[in-house]
């Protein structure tokens, strides 16, 4: 037993993983159903450190020093399951299994305590960051107990990618936390890349700027405060011209959006818990409705008698935009922030939400400088309720209301689809209002269900006899 961990599931994620952790000095054994993986990984990579090729999975946990700390990276779902079930039978008391993949926090959950039951460690982990970030510094999210963090932690923190010296991962809370996490990530880089896409759009049909020059305005965007990596790669994309035909790339490429799901976790999740996460929301939505091309097909020659649309002009420069989706950035990364607190009160985990910005600052795809400034507000203020409770941010969406007011509304009026930053103006303003019309919900609700509301003037629950003369009121919390 000379392995200081063992990696089995040698695909890209699991193969550049595996290299991470030999290139940094670990003795590492690794092993794939297919034996193939494992001898080609050896071959083309063994130079690269110290591995212990396994054949089977009782030499892969015999090479293992103890505690066993196994880094399980096959397909996420009944591989998964299939594959932690084999091992499991091999291990002991106090070993370790860690779930690099892409798994749902509730399998995550149920796997950790099925092992727990039996003295396995079982660590959930986000890896973000591409087979790129594996190679060469990934973000990582581990969940699990406290424990295997004390054994793991020292290794995953320093095969992740590190921002001012400190480490892109932090033992994220117990059980499912870690992948919770990733899938919330995963959520706010859906909104994020809608946004940048609608302002794109923008500026495009409303604003009749080139490919080429709106990959220079990304540029531009990218020396300031909207600095980041996916912004930077838009502007790749969108200044990229296809071989074939000499046309802009972004032209020639097929609408309808993909996913993997991990977006539409993080909605379906967001409902079970009651987080409002709208522009996350929309982003997953509007992937779907580009792909559904029935649907389109039926809508589009509506868009030729353009007899809806106004043609009328507000705010569209490209600073209206850029104040409108740095503002609609805010509010969906706030979104996704409430809904891991949400999540924390719910499944009793004891995250902390400033260390969350601070391992996304590198190593995965919504990095960014923006992060360091969610970090900040947290360390200043533990328990900040929202990111527009502190100062700078209030001032910096107050300074760009007026445009992304008019933004939203130029692209209303011009038919320019923008669901996720007008979800984004939504939810603020929903926020921020005085009254909502959920008062009438509430009293529809009574009508017809006698679902019963409560008074803005005195405490109880009341309905009102809609069918009675004079609709007498009642309390209905005190029997009487
Ligand atoms: P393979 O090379 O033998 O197909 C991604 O698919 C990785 O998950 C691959 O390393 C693949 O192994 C592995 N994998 C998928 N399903 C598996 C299973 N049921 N048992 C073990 N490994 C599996």
């Known amino acids: 037993a000379s392995a200081q961990i063992g990696v089995t599931g040698l695909a890209v994620m699991g193969r550049n993983l595996a290299r991470n952790l030999a290139r940094n000095g670990y003795t590492v054994a690794v092993h794939n159903r297919t034996p193939a993986r494992t001898k080609a990984l050896v071959e083309e990579f063994g130079h690269e450190g110290a591995f212990v090729p396994a054949g089977t999975p009782q030499e892969f946990v015999a090479a293992l020093e103890r505690p066993r700390r196994l880094l399980v990276m096959v397909k996420a779902g009944a591989a998964t399951d299939e594959v932690i079930e084999e091992f499991a039978a091999l291990l002991e008391p106090g070993d370790?299994?860690?779930?690099?993949?892409?798994?749902?926090?509730?399998?995550?959950?149920?796997?950790?305590?099925?092992?727990?039951?039996?003295?396995?460690?079982?660590?959930?982990?986000?890896?973000?960051g591409g087979e790129e970030g594996a190679l060469n510094g990934p973000s990582i999210m581990p969940g699990g107990s406290a424990e295997s963090y004390r054994v793991l932690g020292p290794m995953l923190e320093r095969i992740s990618a590190h921002v001012d010296g400190e480490p892109c991962c932090t033992h994220i809370g117990t059980d499912g936390a870690g992948h919770f996490v990733k899938m919330v990530h995963n959520g706010i880089e859906y909104a994020d890349m809608q946004l940048i896409s609608e302002a794109y759009h923008l500026l495009r049909e409303v604003g009749g700027h080139s490919p080429a020059e709106i990959a220079g305005i990304f540029r531009g965007w990218n020396g300031g405060r909207l600095e980041s990596y996916l912004i930077g790669i838009t502007a790749e994309v969108l200044a990229h011209t296809d071989a074939a035909t000499g046309e802009p790339f972004v032209d020639i490429v097929r609408d309808a959006?993909?996913?993997?799901?991990?977006?539409?976790?993080?909605v379906q999740s967001a409902l079970d818990l009651g987080s409002p996460v709208t522009a996350i929301a929309q982003a997953a939505f509007a992937r779907v409705a580009s792909a559904r091309t029935e649907l389109r097909d039926a809508y589009r020659p509506l868009a030729a008698r353009r007899a809806d649309v106004v043609p009328h002009e507000l705010g569209h420069s490209v600073l209206d935009i850029e104040k409108a989706l740095y503002a609609s950035k805010v509010i969906a990364y706030d979104q996704g922030w409430t809904m891991i607190r949400d999540a924390a009160a719910e499944y009793g985990w004891d995250i902390d939400l400033g260390a969350v910005a601070r391992i996304w600052r590198g190593g995965c795809i919504i990095r960014a400088a923006f992060l360091d400034r969610i970090r900040a507000a947290h360390a200043a203020e533990p328990g900040l309720v929202g990111l527009l409770a502190e100062e700078r941010f209030a001032a910096e969406i107050a300074d760009a209301l007026p445009s992304w007011r008019s933004v939203v509304a130029t692209a209303t009026l011009r038919g320019v689809p923008v669901p996720a930053f007008s979800a984004a103006l939504a939810h603020y303003d929903t926020l921020r209002s005085e009254r909502l019309p959920a008062a009438l919900i509430q009293g529809q609700r009574d009508f017809?269900?006698?679902?019963t509301y409560r008074r803005t003037d005195r405490d109880g629950s009341y309905h009102t006899r809609w069918a009675e003369p004079g609709r007498p009121e009642v309390r209905t919390d005190t029997g009487a």
């Open 448 to 451: 017809f269900g006698a679902h």
């Open 257 to 266: 959006a993909e996913q993997k799901g991990t977006g539409r976790w993080t």
């Open 96 to 128: 370790m299994i860690v779930d690099g993949g892409n798994a749902h926090f509730a399998d995550t959950r149920r796997r950790e305590r099925a092992l727990r039951e039996r003295g396995i460690h079982f660590v959930g982990s986000g890896v973000s």
